[in-house]
């Protein structure tokens, strides 16, 4: 993959980044499960105003997503 762009991602398009071979909601449920066993991270997201229901992230929220996840 060519140079990641930090920027604000739907939670669908950030998901199919990481896994591309998968449908959109099981893309979404397989990266949500990647964050939610990181406690350190939904920690973080938290204080950036982080909401499950939220349908996107922030550009600050896919940096942190990145620092921990690694890039997609």
């Given at each position: 993959?060519?140079?990641?762009?930090?920027?604000?991602?739907?939670?669908k398009e950030l998901a199919l980044l990481y896994f591309p071979d998968s449908s959109p909601e099981i893309a979404v449920k397989h990266l949500m499960n990647?964050?939610?066993r990181c406690s350190t991270l939904v920690d973080e997201l938290k204080s950036r105003h982080y909401?499950?229901?939220?349908?996107s992230f922030?550009?600050?929220?896919?940096?942190l997503i990145?620092?921990?996840l690694g890039e997609p």
């Open positions: 993959m060519e140079n990641f762009n930090i920027r604000s991602y739907s939670k990647w964050v939610k909401v499950a229901t939220n349908k922030t550009s600050h929220q896919v940096a990145v620092d921990y």
